[in-house]
């Protein structure tokens, strides 16, 4: 049986790696990709703690993420979408219409 330690430096693994993918890339689609390593990162987490507290709670939590999540996805590649017929970029130094 995997202890939970191991879960927990998993999770801290992917969401750092998520963080800094977010911080570091100009791509748009790069960006929601790491957001969503990062919701993926705390589902494990929620998950790994659950389980071993024996509690259902956190596993209903990940499920309600995991909605959150697909939602914000559909939006966000909506907004690209549209931002890329606008633009014809998806790099954030590239878009500069809420400048004022």
């Known amino acids: 049986m995997v202890h939970l ?22 791509n748009i689609i790069m960006m929601l990709l790491s957001i969503e390593l990062m919701l993926n990162s705390v589902n494990l987490n929620l998950a790994a703690m659950s389980h071993y507290m024996e509690d259902l709670r956190g596993q209903v939590l990940v499920f309600f993420i995991i909605a959150v999540a697909a939602a914000e996805a559909a939006i966000a590649l909506g907004i690209v979408v549209t931002l890329f017929r606008n633009h014809r970029t998806v790099h954030t130094e590239d878009i500069t219409t809420l400048k004022g």
């Open 5 to 26: 330690s191991w879960y927990l430096t998993v999770s801290a693994i992917l969401f750092c790696i998520g963080v800094f993918g977010f911080l570091t890339r100009r």
